[in-house]
C-alpha cells in the first residue's frame, strides 16, 4: 500500500458543513484522517477577520486550512496566518463551481489560468512552512482535454506544490449548480491515475464518488491518498475504522458511538451560548446511527428537540434516551 503520511485519508472541506463543531466531532471517531476546513475566503483574512474563521480546537488537529483567492498578497498573508493558528496544511481552493466563488475570481475558474495558480502557490510557498497542496478538477467545460490537465499540474509543480487533490469530474461553471457539478459530470478516475504516472514525485490524492473505506483502501496502491466527501458527514461512522484499515493502528478498538454522543455532549456544552441555536451543534451528529435500528428516531428526536425554545445540550441526552426506548436497549451509564 503506497500512501503520502497524513494524506493517506481526508475529509472533503464542504462549505457550511465542515465547521470547528463538525471536526471535533469527526476527530471523536477517527484520530488519523486528516480534515478541512471550509473554504475560507484569503481576502476576508486579509482585511482582518482571522479569529472568527480560524479559531478551532486543539484536538482537531490534523487540519488543513482551506484559502480561496486570486491575489498572491493576499494568499501568502493567509498561509502565514496557517501556520499561526496550528494548521498542519493550507490548501488553495480551484475546485469548487458555484456563482459566489466564481465572482470573486477563485475556485474552479482558474483552472483556465494555470500560470496564475502557479504564482499564487509560489506566494503561499515562499510565506509558509506548512506544505502547500491544491484541490483542483480534471478541467472546466469545453477546456476538459488531458493536455490542458497536464500542463495545470506542470504549472504547479513548478511552483513548488506539495499535493494535489483532484475531484475526478470536470466542472461547468455555467448552467449547472454546485450540487449538480458534484454528480452530473461523469468521474473520470483514469485521468487522476494517469496524472500519477505522469507526475510519480506529487502526492496525488483522489476525490469523488467515495463512499467507503474498502473502496478508498482499493486505490492507496496506485495512489498517495483518498479522499471522502459527502459521505463521511451523512455516515460519520463510517471512518471508524479508519485509524485501523488505512493508518495500520490496528491494535487501537474503534471508539463506541454513544461515547462519542456523550463526548460531544460535553464540548457542546462547553461552547454552546445564549442566542446560538443548539442546532448548529447538533446538526453534526444526524448521521451518527446511520443504518442502524433507531436511526430515524434519533433524527427526529435531535430535530424537535433542537427546535425547542432554549434547547442546549441535554437535546443530544433525550436523543439517546429516545433512541433507547425505539430499540429496546438499556441506556449506559454516562459516568
Partial sequence: MRTTPGRALSVAPMMDWTDPACRYLLRLITRRTLLYT?????????????????????????????????DPAQLAYGAALASEWGYDEVNLNVGC??????????????????????????AMREATQLPVTVKSRIGVDDMDDYAALQGFVAAIVAAGCDGLTV???????????????????????????????????????????????????????RLDGVMIGREAYHNPWLLAAADAR????????????????????????????????VTRFTRHLSGLFQGLPGARIWRRALSEGGAVTGAGPEVIDQALAARHRAVGETPVSAG
Fill in 38 to 70: 471550509e473554504m475560507v475566503p484569503a481576502q476576508a483574512l486579509w482585511y482582518g477577520r482571522a479569529e472568527r474563521f480560524l479559531k478551532g480546537h486543539p484536538t482537531e488537529a490534523p487540519v488543513a486550512l482551506q484559502l480561496g483567492g486570486s
Fill in 97 to 122: 463551481p458555484s456563482d459566489r466563488v466564481q465572482s470573486g475570481r477563485f475556485g474552479a475558474c482558474l483552472m483556465r489560468e494555470p500560470q496564475l495558480v502557479g504564482e499564487l502557490v509560489a
Fill in 167 to 221: 475531484h475526478a469530474r470536470k466542472a461547468w461553471l455555467q448552467g449547472l449548480s454546485p450540487k449538480q457539478n458534484r454528480e452530473v459530470p461523469p468521474l473520470r478516475y483514469a485521468r487522476v491515475s494517469a496524472l500519477k504516472d505522469d507526475f510519480p514525485a506529487l502526492p496525488i490524492v483522489l476525490n469523488g464518488g467515495i463512499r467507503d473505506l474498502d473502496t478508498a483502501v482499493s486505490w492507496l496502491d
Fill in 246 to 277: 488505512v493508518f495500520g493502528e490496528a491494535g487501537t478498538p474503534p471508539p463506541e458511538r454513544e461515547a462519542v454522543a456523550r463526548a460531544y455532549r460535553d464540548y457542546v456544552a462547553r461552547h454552546w451560548r445564549d442566542g446560538v441555536p
